[in-house]
């Protein structure tokens, strides 16, 4: 079994980054001793923790991320866990990986990952302000054409800002930021909770990382997993079973993972999980999964490089766990459904395949518009049979 001091060490000295130094006083010493531009801001935050020392993790961020999931676990699962080191790496990659050797368990996630992540946050916000002020608009008696243009120019100005920016993000040679004007079109109030899904989805990269350890994915050994008779036995009624019968065993893995992944991020695994917890965990999935669909190319299978499922498969699961954590809750007055939610960002989906088919293809493929993404909106929330939400009176 790994123990943490192994783990730790061995991140670093793969990685070849000094062991006593957060992740962001490292990339601000190698930016700085490489080009001379200090980093330090005036208000001196986050590069300024010389005090601050890896424990867990390289990053600040990463070890609350980790706490936070950890909680979540059964206790049986929870040792494992604990002897994990998950680190911040300085890579070009959209990628985030679990792997083990002797006694050392990582997981680890890159800058670049994170960076994309905010990219297809700031994205989704501009796709949910530009549909609400649609509904608004609708309400009215006399519709304005001004307004519903102005909105359609916000619903695709995030897409051609990401096609301009995709070919430095997937180069694995280059760790590239890019998202200054997407987060400048974010209004200011909106901007917590832009944050806020960044931090689901690197919360959501993690738990399949720890998934992957947990389910012995990392180490033979482990193949009779605690984790995976808990997980298997919770799928048992869902279709995620007949998702998985075509798929290869790497893939399978990948769904399982995911799974697994989505019970933590919502805290399902020791109790009924509260609708902010499924929130979270399918705001980080689907955002996770997106994002890395949309840059990687996986929405269908892939015949040369199989080990990922394809996108659409692994959204379903998604659905599947946001369906099995729900199941005949009603409706909560202030907080909606989850269901809703889950149709949302399917759209959202919908729409990122079709700015990438677009772009490959306009010939054959035209560019969804406002009207087309409310429409379907409005189709899901029909087929949506949620139970009445419950009466106080
Ligand atoms: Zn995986």
């Given at each position: 079994?790994?123990?943490?001091?192994?783990?730790?060490?061995?991140?670093?000295?793969?990685?070849?980054?000094?062991?006593?130094?957060?992740?962001?006083?490292?990339f601000h010493d190698t930016v700085e001793s490489q080009t001379g531009i200090s980093l330090v801001s005036k208000s001196g935050n986050r590069f300024t923790f010389a005090d601050w020392k890896p424990e867990?993790?390289?990053?600040?961020?990463?070890?609350?991320?980790?706490?936070?999931?950890?909680?979540?676990?059964?206790?049986?699962?929870?040792?494992?866990?604990?002897?994990?080191?998950?680190?911040?790496?300085?890579?070009?990659?959209?990628?985030?990986?679990?792997?083990?050797?002797?006694?050392?368990?990582?997981?680890?996630?890159?800058?670049?990952?994170?960076?994309?992540?905010?990219?297809?946050?700031?994205?989704?916000?501009?796709?949910?302000?530009?549909?609400?002020?649609?509904?608004?608009?609708?309400?009215?008696?006399?519709?304005?054409?001004?307004?519903?243009?102005?909105?359609?120019?916000?619903?695709?100005?995030?897409?051609?800002?990401?096609?301009?920016?995709?070919?430095?993000?997937?180069?694995?040679?280059?760790?590239?930021?890019?998202?200054?004007?997407?987060?400048?079109?974010?209004?200011?109030?909106?901007l917590p909770l832009v944050e806020e899904m960044v931090l689901s989805a690197e919360a959501f990269a993690v738990a399949h990382e720890l998934s992957h350890h947990l389910l012995g994915h990392t180490n033979?050994?482990?193949?009779?997993?605690?984790?995976?008779?808990?997980?298997?036995?919770?799928?048992?009624?869902?279709?995620?079973?007949?998702?998985?019968?075509?798929?290869?065993?790497?893939?399978?893995?990948?769904?399982?993972?995911?799974?697994?992944?989505?019970?933590?991020?919502?805290?399902?695994?020791?109790?009924?999980?509260?609708?902010?917890?499924?929130?979270?965990?399918?705001?980080?999935?689907?955002?996770?999964?997106?994002?890395?669909?949309?840059?990687?190319?996986?929405?269908?299978?892939?015949?040369?490089?199989?080990?990922?499922?394809?996108?659409?498969?692994?959204?379903?699961?998604?659905?599947?766990?946001?369906?099995?954590?729900?199941?005949?809750?009603?409706?909560?007055?202030?907080?909606?459904?989850?269901?809703?939610?889950?149709?949302?960002?399917?759209?959202?989906?919908?729409?990122?395949?079709?700015?990438?088919?677009?772009?490959?293809?306009?010939?054959?493929?035209?560019?969804?518009?406002?009207?087309?993404?409310?429409?379907?909106?409005?189709?899901?929330?029909?087929?949506?049979?949620?139970?009445?939400?419950?009466?106080?009176?």
């Open positions: 079994m790994a123990t943490l001091k192994h783990s730790r060490g061995k991140f670093f000295h793969t990685h070849k980054m000094p062991p006593d130094r957060s992740f962001w006083r490292y867990r993790s390289n990053c600040e961020q990463l070890t609350f991320v980790l706490e936070g999931l950890t909680l979540n676990l059964l206790d049986d699962w929870k040792a494992l866990a604990r002897n994990l080191f998950v680190g911040r790496i300085l890579d070009g990659e959209i990628n985030a990986k679990a792997w083990s050797e002797k006694q050392a368990g990582i997981v680890e996630i890159t800058l670049q990952y994170t960076h994309v992540l905010g990219a297809y946050a700031a994205t989704y916000n501009e796709y949910y302000q530009s549909i609400r002020g649609l509904m608004e608009v609708l309400t009215k008696v006399e519709s304005d054409d001004d307004v519903v243009a102005a909105l359609t120019a916000r619903l695709e100005r995030p897409w051609k800002e990401i096609r301009n920016q995709q070919d430095q993000w997937k180069d694995p040679k280059l760790i590239y930021g890019g998202c200054a004007s997407l987060f400048s079109w974010v209004d200011p109030s909106r033979t050994k482990r193949e009779k997993s605690s984790a995976r008779r808990v997980l298997h036995e919770a799928v048992r009624a869902t279709s995620i079973p007949q998702i998985m019968l075509p798929m290869n065993p790497s893939q399978r893995q990948e769904i399982e993972a995911d799974a697994l992944a989505f019970l933590i991020c919502a805290n399902a695994l020791r109790g009924t999980p509260t609708f902010p917890e499924i929130y979270n965990a399918l705001a980080g999935s689907a955002l996770a999964l997106i994002a890395a669909a949309h840059l990687n190319d996986d929405w269908i299978p892939d015949e040369i490089a199989p080990s990922h499922p394809a996108f659409f498969d692994r959204m379903q699961v998604i659905a599947e766990m946001t369906t099995l954590t729900t199941a005949g809750r009603p409706e909560d007055n202030e907080l909606g459904h989850p269901l809703g939610f889950l149709a949302q960002l399917q759209t959202f989906a919908g729409l990122a395949l079709n700015a990438f088919l677009h772009q490959n293809d306009p010939e054959n493929y035209r560019r969804v518009n406002l009207l087309d993404v409310a429409s379907h909106l409005t189709e899901l929330a029909d087929k949506l049979e949620l139970p009445g939400a419950e009466d106080d009176a």
